[in-house]
Structure formats: structure tokens, C-alpha cells
């Protein structure tokens, strides 16, 4: 059962705002405590699967008329249908999109950035139904929130890097077809390209992820995924400037905080570290690996019984076995994927 950790000195009331929760839903869970009062100190509750992606699963209850033509949406033909539709005029015409299907895709990049397994699957399965849509903006953006999750997949996940990277770029090409200036299908395809890159693999890398950022020059997204590729490249004065505008952009977002955490560490700045993966598992309460980032910084200081602390906290919160094997091989050895 996952767990939730709730953040001192903020109330149920904020934290139920901050992460989109229902009040109620966590009231449930915690009677005793007035929705308005700060909380005095850190708490961490078990919550069914269900409690995270309830709102999502609600939504997918309405795709009944939308169902995609050919079955599950292999990725590999995603691109050719995409071609196909947008070859000519006597293909499938463009209509205006519907309030559903734009909830819908909020609902979709919602879970994408839970950073959580069993999300990451709902986000490609809501964009499986979204792409059968005649709404060309609505097709783009859910063939990009699919290739995003695809690349997720290497990045969090440990799937294998083959079919990751064959997934992601597939579907990334097929949003930009779709709509050419959608800056998460550049985004996507960046990512996609930086999975065990060759020279020339990571030079497309750098042109999508400049294409993405000419487009969405306040994206937090774009801005974090730039500090990691300078960062990659011993460039780290550059990367602390993509990871300060990341969070200039969204201080919320979980990954420009561990980017922050990353540089930190690699300068033996630990203690500066822990606090920016701190920042990071509070803004995402169901995103492990900052948690054991911070185990593997506490490991560098010494202090073997904070970093078992941390390790464990990290995999409470990886719910599947081999997300949670990834991680405890990434603390033997001390790295992990970004």
C-alpha cells in the first residue's frame, strides 16, 4: 500500500490544494485533526493505490466513445497513422477538441508527473484513447505525454533502454506531425535520444531540447532536462543556471530540485544536497528517488543509520518490485539515473 507523507506546518486544507487531493479524502484518513491546523510535525499515512489515480480512473470511464481504432496503439504505428492522417486533406479532418478531452489531458500530464509506476501506466493508457481523436491538438499532445512517459520509463523505471528509447521516439515524432510546435514532443524526443546516446544521437538530443526551449523559454520541464545534459558534460556553473531557472519557472517541480541536489553532491556539498532532494520528495510525495538520494548523500557523511532511514522511506514508496530493486542496486552502488 503506498505511502503519503504529509509536510510539517502545512494544513490539510493547503496540502489537499497543493497536490490536487480531495479535503475529504484525506480527512478520512486522519479524523482527528482540523483541516486548517498546521501540522506540528512530519506525518505518513498508507492510502490505497487508488487514492492518487482516482480522478484519472474516473475520467477513463468516459473514453467509451473515443476508442481507438487499432487496438492498444502499438508506438511503432503511432507515427505511420499519424502520416497518414495528416498526409492529405482526405484523411481524418481536424474538429475542435471538447472540454473531456482537455480535462483529459490534464488528467494525463497529471500522472506523468506523479514519477510513479503505476501513473506513468495510466498516462500512456489515457493517451492510447486520447490519440484516436479527430482533435489534431488533442492527438498531439497526447502522442507527447506518451513519449514523455516512455522515456520515463528508462530514466525512473529501469526498463530496458531499447525498447524505452524505441517507444518514446516513435511516439514523439508522431506529436510532432501532429502539431510541429508542441515544445513536450521536443522535449521527448531530447530525452529519448539522451538514453545511451552515441555522438551523433546526442547532438539530435541537443537540437530537439534547443527546439523545445525556443518554444517554452519558461518551461521548468525544459530548463530541468538542459541543467542534466550540462551537467552530463562537466559543465556545472551552466547546469546550476538551467536548474535556478527551472525553479524561477516552478519552484514545485520534484526534478530541478534534484538536479540542484545532483550538482551539490557531485561538489561534496552534502549536507546542500539533502536539502534540495528534501525539497523534492516534499513537493512529490510519491517520487522515491530523491529520498535515496538522500541516503546515498548520508552514506558519503558517515552516517550509516540516516542513510538506511532514507532507504527505506525510498522504497516504501516505490511500489513495484523491480522499481524497488533498481533502487536498492543504485544504493549498493551509489548512482542512479538522471
Not at 50 to 79: C, V, Y
Amino acid at each position: 500500500m503506498p505511502k503519503l507523507t504529509l509536510p510539517q506546518g502545512q494544513s490539510l486544507r493547503e496540502i489537499a490544494q497543493r497536490f490536487d487531493f480531495k479535503l475529504e479524502s484525506l480527512l478520512n484518513f486522519l479524523p482527528e485533526h482540523e483541516p486548517d491546523t498546521p501540522l506540528e510535525a512530519e506525518l505518513q499515512i498508507h492510502v490505497p493505490r487508488e487514492f492518487f489515480d482516482r480522478k484519472i480512473q474516473e475520467k477513463k470511464q468516459g473514453f467509451q466513445h473515443i476508442q481507438p481504432t487499432t487496438g492498444s496503439m502499438n508506438p511503432w504505428l503511432a507515427m505511420d497513422i499519424e502520416q497518414k492522417r495528416t498526409r492529405s486533406a482526405g484523411g481524418i479532418h481536424a474538429t475542435e477538441s471538447n472540454e473531456f478531452e482537455e480535462e483529459s489531458i490534464e488528467d494525463a500530464r497529471r500522472s506523468y508527473l506523479y514519477f510513479e509506476a503505476s501513473a506513468n501506466e495510466l498516462t500512456v493508457d489515457l493517451c492510447n484513447h486520447l490519440s484516436a481523436t479527430h482533435a489534431v491538438e488533442i492527438r498531439a499532445h497526447a502522442f507527447a505525454l506518451q513519449a514523455l512517459a516512455y522515456a520515463q520509463r528508462y530514466w525512473l523505471f529501469s526498463q530496458a533502454p531499447e525498447k524505452s528509447k524505441a517507444n518514446a521516439l516513435s511516439a514523439a515524432k508522431a506529436a510532432t506531425m501532429a502539431h510541429p510546435k508542441l515544445f513536450e514532443s521536443h522535449l521527448a524526443t531530447a530525452m529519448a535520444y539522451r538514453i545511451e546516446s552515441q555522438e551523433q544521437e546526442w547532438d539530435l538530443a541537443v537540437e530537439a531540447l534547443q527546439r523545445a526551449l525556443k518554444l517554452a523559454p519558461n518551461s521548468s520541464w525544459c530548463w530541468t532536462e538542459f541543467g542534466k545534459m550540462l551537467a552530463s558534460e562537466n559543465k556545472s556553473s551552466e547546469a546550476y543556471a538551467a536548474a535556478e531557472k527551472a525553479l524561477e519557472c516552478d519552484f514545485e517541480y520534484p526534478l530541478a530540485h534534484e538536479l540542484m541536489g545532483v550538482l551539490a553532491s557531485q561538489e561534496g556539498e552534502y549536507n546542500k544536497a539533502i536539502e534540495c532532494f528534501a525539497a523534492a520528495a516534499q513537493a512529490t510525495p510519491t517520487y522515491p528517488n530523491p529520498l535515496l538520494r538522500s541516503a546515498i548523500s548520508y552514506l558519503s557523511l558517515g552516517e550509516e543509520d540516516k542513510a538506511e532511514a532514507f532507504r527505506e522511506q525510498a522504497l516504501e514508496r516505490a511500489q513495484r518490485e523491480r522499481y524497488k530493486s533498481s533502487l536498492r542496486e543504485a544504493f549498493d552502488s551509489q548512482t542512479l539515473r538522471f
